[in-house]
Every structure is written in structure tokens, then in C-alpha cells.
């Protein structure tokens, strides 16, 4: 097993390290670890010869990944005319509530059986949760950075754990150099989920077999994956690189940051970075300030798919929470319904085909960012008296006829 740069090919020993030595492009992992999966293996361990860790005594792993593949059948009878299937890829049930359990396992194992003492990782929230818990199982220091204004819920996590915890005013990106400087400057493994840390990316590809597995062996059509830098549209891909017709990959983003969108629409090859964010999707709100090509590299993988890159709007991903929240019994945090208020967007426009098999990648858990559902309208009466039964019971029927005409 090597690093290998995905721009020059130029092969690395697997080391710590974030960046080809020989042109500054992105690594990947070549090779598999053949690694026998450890007696009672959980999740994508089930397959850890596929991984690169070669030390099983160096796994963390609290059951990551192998989440389950659900039938979303009230959002096909949102797409009228829709013929085909749409399925929700349920990441929200990763043991820290986000798909960044699947890297962060296998990168801190990597680091680990790499001898590293401690961690750090830049974060837009979930992947600093996920790090803050596998680092407090592994008993090692961990450092999480994160922009500021990273939601309640997903900052309460990261302290919860024990993690020491770096607000930074401003935007993501300011945030991933300081902590790329900190590892630097601390001798800590970088664990920050863009494409740094290739240990991690790599893991990402298993959700390829585990969706053609339980789809009885057939490939969808297309799968729609939330889009920050794009580490997860690279597993996708790499996932089904083997198969007979692999999915178009269709890249989402919220349009208050969506540079890779732009650079698609544009035609454009290379990626620019965003402004200032403005979304409510935070685990998707990175304007890639000083890692444009991570950006230019996810564009790519989308084009190749012969897929597309899409951008929908806070008022999009508020009713695609809804329609999960609702009628599919899925609470996901904005970015993890994204993929569901993009294909409303598409079936819209004309631009899904009307027998589609696609997966949507559910990122991440309501939990984790409660505000957006505080502001939407609740089915939430005081009782002023429970002893007045007669009473209460009237309010019910009223408000239970009520829910039966919204669910339609
Ligand atoms: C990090 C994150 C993403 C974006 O993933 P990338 O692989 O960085 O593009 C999507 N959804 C959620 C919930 C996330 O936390
Ligand atoms: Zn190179």
C-alpha cells in the first residue's frame, strides 16, 4: 500500500503526510491493507481488509458505517409522474450522528498505527464530533477547530467529549489553516476531512459496496451527495468505479456557497473559491479560500460520472427537512436533506430521468443543528388542565384531523 498524488501519480510511502511532496497535489491511498477483519469487527471493519490500517490493534471503531438503505417512497409520490426509486442512504445513524465517522475511524487508526501522540482537525462541526469522540475512546489529546458560528449542537458534542475546542471568527477555510499550522507546529496528525487526510477519504469508498449489496446487487442510477470540498463524491466514485454503468454523481450545494456549482454551470475547469457563505447548511458551507483545487478535483469526478452539480435554497432545504422530518420519520440536519430538495429541484426542471434509481446520502443527524426546525410550525398545545379530559380530549381530534390532512 502507497500514497499516490492524484495529479502527477508521483507514489509516497504511507506516512503522515497531507500533500505530494513532489507537486502539492491531493494523495490517495493505492492498495488495500488485506488486513483479516479482527474477531467482532463492526460496520465497514466487517471489510478491514479493504482499509489501509495493517495493525488491527490499532482500530477505533465504535460500528461506523454498513447504515442502512431506506425506501423513500412519499418523496417519489412528491415527483409527480416519478417512476422510479429513490432511497435514503441513512448516514444520521453513524455512532456521532454524520457519515465523518466513516473517515475519522479509519484516519485516527491510521494515525495510531503510525505512531502519532495526539490529533487535530479543522471543522465545520460534525467531522470535530467525530473526532473529539474517537479521540476520547482512543485516549488520545485532541485539538478541534471550528469556525464560530458552528452550530449549538454539534459545538455542545465536540466539548461533551473532552476535546479542547478553537473558536475562529470568520469563515471554514481560516479555520482548516490553523489547524493544518497547529499540526505543524504540535507534531499532531491531521485529521481535518477535506481531502488531507487521504487514511480517511479512502474509507469513503466501501458505501459503494455496501449500497450495490443492499440493493440486491444492482447499481443506482444516480446518487446525490451534500458537497463541501468533496471527499464523499471521490468514495462514491472510487465505490463503484468497478462496476458495469457507474451512477451519475450529482453534487449538491446550498446556493448561499456553492463554487463548485458555479464552476459547473460556467463550464469552468478549475474551481474558484466563494465569497462569504450565507446557509443554513453549515456542514456544507466551505468556500475553499486556499484549497480551490480540492474543488477543481470534485468537479471533475461529477463531469466524468456524466453527472451534474446542483445548488438549492435555504427555503428548499427547510421543506426537504420537513418532507424527511414527516413523511419519512428521517431527522437530518439541512445538509443531510439536501440531496432530497435537489431532486425536487431536478424532477422540477426536467432534469431527472423519470426511472431513475437514486440514492441520497443523508450526512448528517437533526440533532446536531436544532434551530432551523424551532423556527417551522409545531403541533404544540399547553394543557392547562389534564384532569379535563373532555377537553383535551376535543383539542386532539381537532389537531389529529389536522396532521391527517397534511400527510395526505
Ligand atoms: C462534511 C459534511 C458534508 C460534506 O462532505 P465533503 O466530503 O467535505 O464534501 C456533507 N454533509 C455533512 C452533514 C457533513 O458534515
Ligand atoms: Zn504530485
Not at 31 to 44: F, Q, R, T, W, Y
Not at 65 to 75: D, F, I, Y
Not at 249 to 259: R, Y
Amino acid at each position: 500500500m502507497l500514497l499516490r498524488c492524484v495529479l502527477c501519480s508521483a507514489e509516497h510511502p504511507p506516512t503522515l503526510r497531507y500533500a505530494c511532496a513532489t507537486c502539492g497535489g491531493l494523495l490517495e491511498v493505492a492498495g488495500e491493507s488485506g488486513l483479516a477483519s479482527p474477531a467482532g469487527a463492526l460496520g465497514m471493519w466487517r471489510n478491514a481488509s479493504r482499509l489501509s490500517v495493517g495493525d488491527a490493534s490499532a482500530i477505533v471503531s465504535m460500528g461506523e458505517g454498513e447504515t442502512p438503505l431506506l425506501r423513500a417512497g412519499k418523496v417519489e409520490a412528491q415527483l409527480p409522474g416519478f417512476r422510479g426509486e429513490i432511497w435514503l442512504k441513512d448516514e444520521t445513524r453513524n455512532p456521532s450522528g454524520s457519515f465523518k465517522d466513516r473517515l475519522v475511524s479509519a484516519a485516527i487508526s491510521k494515525a495510531i498505527e503510525l505512531g502519532a501522540r495526539g490529533v487535530v482537525c479543522a471543522s465545520s462541526g460534525n467531522a470535530g464530533a467525530s473526532v473529539a469522540a474517537y479521540a476520547a475512546r482512543a485516549g488520545m489529546p485532541a485539538l478541534i477547530v471550528v469556525p464560530a458560528a458552528t452550530p449549538d449542537g454539534k459545538v455542545t458534542q465536540i466539548a461533551a467529549h473532552g476535546a479542547v475546542l478553537l473558536k475562529v471568527p470568520g469563515h471554514y477555510s481560516r479555520s482548516y489553516d490553523l489547524a493544518m499550522a497547529l499540526a505543524e507546529h504540535q507534531g499532531l496528525a491531521n485529521l481535518t476531512t477535506t481531502f488531507l487526510n487521504p487514511y480517511g477519504v479512502d474509507a469513503l469508498k466501501l458505501v459503494g459496496a455496501e449500497i450495490t449489496g443492499q440493493l440486491g446487487g444492482r447499481t443506482p442510477s444516480h446518487v446525490l451527495v451534500p458537497t463541501g470540498s468533496g471527499p464523499l463524491v471521490k468514495g462514491v466514485a472510487q465505490g463503484f468505479a468497478q462496476a458495469e454503468s457507474p451512477p451519475k454523481l450529482i453534487a449538491v450545494q446550498a446556493e448561499g456557497c456553492a463554487p463548485i456549482v458555479r464552476a459547473f454551470e460556467a463550464g469552468a475547469a478549475a474551481v474558484t473559491a466563494w465569497g462569504m457563505p450565507q446557509t443554513i447548511a453549515s456542514g456544507i458551507s466551505d468556500p475553499l479560500i486556499g484549497y480551490e483545487g480540492d474543488g477543481s478535483y470534485t468537479l471533475k469526478l461529477v463531469r466524468d460520472s456524466g453527472g451534474l452539480a446542483v445548488a438549492v435554497s435555504d427555503d428548499q432545504l427547510r421543506d426537504a427537512m420537513q418532507t424527511l422530518a414527516q413523511r419519512e420519520g428521517l431527522y437530518a440536519e439541512p445538509t443531510g436533506a439536501s440531496p432530497v430538495a435537489a431532486l425536487k429541484k431536478l424532477w422540477a426542471a426536467g432534469r431527472l430521468d423519470a426511472r431513475a434509481v437514486a440514492v441520497c446520502m443523508i450526512t448528517g443527524h437533526g440533532f446536531k443543528d436544532v434551530r432551523v426546525y424551532q423556527a417551522m410550525p409545531a403541533r404544540s398545545h399547553l394543557v392547562d388542565d389534564p384532569d379535563d379530559l373532555a377537553a383535551v380530549a376535543r383539542l386532539c381530534s381537532s389537531a389529529l384531523e389536522e396532521q391527517g390532512r397534511a400527510r395526505g
